[in-house]
Every structure is written in structure tokens, then in C-alpha cells.
């Protein structure tokens, strides 16, 4: 077979019906005749591709041979999450994208073979960690960032501790993806594996609330790492916005990924609606309305300015949006929340034109005159993308943050105050789980060379 196996899934009948996860993974047999494609390239672009450097024709050799214990062991020495990466990490626009196999036809799918490695080695397979080195990092947040940065420090032989606010660790990798993409028990045990290598958590504790950045040096702290994510949400302030059946994505996936929102019996349930509107058209925009959908639901509606070439989501999620029913206007942009006595009940847009690319590289929406429509939506979900925690401000006094709420760090990682550092999308914004990791790691690096000099 020259063309890649493709990824089993659930039927659209099946998986809508329930929030277990779609793709069932490969089997044995199917993971090494699909690492058995790959042509072992000399220069290794895949590599350059992976955010986090994975050494990917090692480890897909190894998964070639059945052995995927080692091959487990060659992904883990440079990422701290390869159960999560083989899930939801983007392959198709980096390492999937610069394989020379999908030059003249598919490429290698080295995210599904990730995902079979990571779930499928034994207990025992992991890295090797260091001697204590009798330094203590803080990470602020359990997010992609803090985790990388974590696993990176901790295998150097640094103490380290992790602060999240939440009752559980994994920050946007619990709260922000739905089950049927990542279960919670992948997280919780990509988490474990961190516990089993000396990485502390505190949850409950919110930096720049209960305490500081100069609390955590004063309590024996070499350095801090600020991996606070970006979970404020943005709206359009169009009127209506504030009516009850109105949600920012961050609060709906929210109470349905980590408070179980979907449970018969929930003690935090979220109001469903007959017919939901989400605006927005990226991977949180898809994670919400098929959420709305397994909900119950009866139309679920995506509401993007720009034309389904623009759209930012994965082709494969909105794929699987589409099979399980969901409808897109495409060129369409809301002005108004429609509303009676204080409740949504539709939702007023234009129809959309495209022009010359704008600031972002792609065409510019423009409205249509005279093209004014209803939508019926007793529910309208925001996925506008969200903002870095403005409590990053005041987590470490005299920390230089942009207009935004942004945190100001280099490519290193280093902020404006010295043992402070930064990453992932409290400095960037949203962005991607893996880029938010490669972020930890370069931090990680950071921290290492300026505590090592100081010892010197």
C-alpha cells in the first residue's frame, strides 16, 4: 500500500450520541505496516517541521520493527506529551506537511503513530532523569508550556513545583478540549507520568491571587516560569451580546470538558437550546458545536465571514463536523443577538465579500449590501479566540506586559526581570498545544543556562 492507512473512527451515528472519543487509534499490525512507508530521508525534514524537535525517524523506525517501548523512550526524550501531541497537534501543517513521502502522494502519519506509541508502550519505557542539582523552579500553570517546561527541568535534576489554578492539572488540555478529541484519562496520565519523574503539583492556587512571583523566590525559588495561558475570551460587541443564551466558547467547553456539563446528572449544567450558533471558524469553534451537537441540539449552526478556503480549523475536524451533521454559512457575519425579554432567540447577519488579503495574509470580508438574514439560535457561542490571563499582571511586580495583557519575552523565553520566565499563549496569545510546548522547552533551556552560570 503506497497511500496512508487511513484513522478508524466511530460512525457519525455512533459518536453524536455520546462524548467517546472519535478516532479509535490504529491497531498493531496497521502502525507498522504505516511506519514501514517511511523512506528514511537523509536530511530529516520532518524534524525541522515538529516544534518540539521530536527525533520522528528514529522513533518511527523503531515503531517499524515493533518495537515500541524504544520508540516511546526516543519520543519522550524531547516531549513531555506524546499521548496529547499524537491527538490534537496540527501534523498536517509541520511535520506531516515536510515529509518527502507526501511529495508525490500522502505522507507518512506520524501524529497516529505518536498516538499508537504513546498508548501502547509499557509503564516502564521513559526517559532518564538526572541527579538532584539542589535548584527549585516554579511553573506557574499546567498548560501545554508549564508541562513541557516541567518535564524538561525535572529530567535536568531541578526540583520542580507546578501551580494551577484549577482542581486539576492540564489547564487548556482539560477545560478547553472536548472528551471525544482527548480523553481526560490521557491527560491524567500523561500528568502521572511527570508525578513518576518528581514534578510537584499544587493545584487550587492562583499566582498573582494567593501569592507572587517575589513570594514563590522567597520561598526558595531559583526561578519562575509564567505559563498562564490565554484564557480570556474575546466578543464582538455587537448588541444583544450580553443576553442570557449568550457564551464565550472558553466558559461553554468549559462546563462541558471539566465540569461535565453532559452528565444526566451534573450538579454545573449548561443550557442546551434547540439551535446553537456558533461564530467563529478555528478548532475551538468546531470542539463547541460538536459538543452542542452531542448535546441534543436539533441544528447546529457555524458561522464563519470568510469563504470554507479561509477556514483556520483542521480539514479533519471539520470533516467530522460535517458528518455528524453540523451546517456552515460561509461569507456570513453576525451584527446583532436577537432577543426577547433578555433572552437570545436568533441572530442577525450579512452576507460577506471577499477582497485583497489583509494585515493577516488572507482576503478581506467586506459586507454585502442589502444581504440581511435571521438565523433562529436560542444559543450563540463566541469562538473569537481569546486573550492572555490578565492576572499575568500582577503575578510578578514590575513584569513588562503588552496593551493585550500579554507577557514581553524573547524567543528564549526571558521576560524583562531576572529568573522570570515566559511561554506559550500568555505571550503569543492562542495558539497551538505543540507551539505553546515548544515554548516550555526553549524556557526550560533558558533556565538551565542562567542557573548553570550562576553556579559557575
Known sequence: MTGRHPMPTLSPRERIQSFSEVATGYDE?????????????????????????????????LAAEGNFNEAYRVIRETSSLPAVCGRVCPQERQ?????TRGVKGEPVA??????????????????????????????????????ACAGDLVKLGYEVVVFEALHVAGGVLVYGIPEFRLPKEIVRRETENLRSLGVKFELDCIVGKTMTADDLFREG???????????????????????????SANEYLTRVNLMKAYEADSETPVYRGRHVA????????????????????????????????ELPARREEVEHAEEEGILFRFLTNPVEVLTESGTAVGL????????????????RPVVKEGSEFDLDADVVIMALGTSPNPLVRTAAEGLRTGPHGEVF????????????????????????VIMAMGAGKRAARSIDEDLRAERK
Open 29 to 61: 499490525a496497521t502502525a507498522i505496516a504505516e511506519a514501514q512507508r517511511c523512506l528514511h530521508c537523509k536530511n530529516r525534514p520532518c524534524v525541522n517541521g515538529c516544534p518540539v524537535n521530536v527525533d520522528i525517524p528514529s522513533f518511527v523506525s
Open 95 to 99: 511535520c506531516e506537511m515536510r515529509c
Open 110 to 147: 506520524i501524529g497516529r503513530l505518536e498516538r499508537f506509541v504513546a498508548d501502547n508502550c509499557k509503564e516502564s519505557a521513559g526517559p532518564v532523569k538526572a541527579a538532584p542539582n539542589g535548584k527549585r523552579v516554579a511553573v506557574v500553570g499546567s498548560g501545554p508550556a508549564g508541562l
Open 221 to 247: 525559588f531559583d526561578a519562575v516560569f509564567l505559563g498562564t495561558g490565554a484564557g480570556l475570551p474575546r466578543f464582538m460587541g455587537i448588541p444583544g451580546e450580553n443576553a442570557k443564551g449568550v457564551f
Open 278 to 309: 456558533v461564530v467563529g471558524g478555528g478548532n475551538v469553534a468546531m470542539d463547541a458545536a460538536r459538543c452542542a451537537v452531542r448535546l441534543g441540539s436539533e441544528t447546529v449552526t457555524v458561522v464563519y465571514r470568510r469563504s470554507r478556503e
Open 348 to 363: 442577525r447577519c450579512v452576507e460577506m465579500t471577499l477582497e485583497e488579503p489583509d494585515a493577516s495574509g488572507r482576503r
Open 409 to 432: 519575552a524573547d524567543e528564549t523565553g526571558r521576560t524583562n526581570l531576572p529568573r522570570v520566565y515566559a511561554g506559550g499563549d500568555s505571550v503569543t496569545g492562542s495558539a497551538t
